[in-house]
């Protein structure tokens, strides 16, 4: 199993520009996260999603949209890119099952640059 | 909402002493405490984590012990090796179910020295 993917692993963007991050996981779990990590600041969550065609807002997600059209892939957009939005992005996926483990199984990360 | 707190942001131990990280949690309702370890460059990954029906839980060197009056937790590492250098962070859930999402709190940079 590969686990959780990100696609892009870079990006750099210009001021205004827009892009679309996604992850894929081949756990099979009902949950799905974003994150963005910035020096100092922890992870924080941007949007997340606790099964197909539903998603919901964390602690930081102006600028964000989200779309889980398929339960294993969950897309992370930013419209109009801005340098603030420079950051780590991590997508995180779990799956709480019978034994009630919230464990959380984090994608490689995406790098973005917004110039 | 939920708020973690962890101090210090750095901590430094010599190679076979002991290592303490501990974090304080605001929500009272929460209920699973998990510490994540994230090495240089790589992803988060889960070390241990405790639900607040258990007071303390033991993996090896590592160990995790839960305040529940104080709302506090703290992680323990025995033994320190040099690759146990790495953020940990912890985080505290105070949903569960359908809205299960964790607060992480800022990290703790632990370093320990040869």
């Known amino acids: 199993n590969a686990g959780v993917t990100q696609t892009p692993k870079f990006r750099v963007l210009k001021t205004g520009q827009s892009m679309t991050l996604l992850c894929a996981q081949d756990?099979?779990?009902?949950?799905m996260y974003w994150y963005r990590q910035d020096p100092g600041m922890g992870l924080r969550l941007i949007h997340y999603?606790?099964?197909?065609?539903?998603?919901a807002k964390g602690e930081v997600p102006d600028g964000y949209n989200v779309s889980r059209l398929k339960k294993q892939n969950f897309l992370l957009g930013l419209e109009s890119a801005a340098p603030s939005q420079t950051s780590v992005y991590f997508c995180?996926?779990?799956?709480?099952?019978?034994?009630?483990?919230?464990?959380?199984?984090f994608g490689p990360g995406t790098r973005l640059t917004v110039t | 909402g939920e708020n973690v707190e962890q101090h210090p942001s750095t901590l430094s131990v010599q190679e076979g002493d002991s290592a303490v990280i501990k974090c304080t949690y605001s929500?009272?309702?929460?209920?699973?405490f998990p510490w994540y370890k994230q090495e240089l460059g790589k992803r988060p990954q889960l070390i241990i984590d405790?639900?607040?029906?258990?007071g303390e839980k033991k993996d090896q060197r590592i160990a995790v012990t839960l305040n529940k009056t104080a709302k506090h937790f703290s992680l323990h590492i025995t033994e320190t090796q040099p690759e146990d250098s790495a953020v940990y962070f912890c985080?505290?859930?105070?949903?569960?179910?359908?809205?299960?999402?964790?607060?992480f709190g800022k990290g703790i940079t632990l370093s320990v020295r040869p």
């Open positions: 995180a996926s779990s799956y709480p099952g019978l034994a009630l483990t919230y464990e959380q199984y």
């Open positions: 756990m099979n779990h009902e949950y």
């Open positions: 999603s606790v099964g197909e065609g539903t998603t």
């Open positions: 929500d009272s309702a929460s209920n699973y």
């Open positions: 405790i639900r607040s029906n258990v």
């Open positions: 985080a505290a859930s105070s949903d569960t179910g359908a809205n299960s999402k964790l607060t």
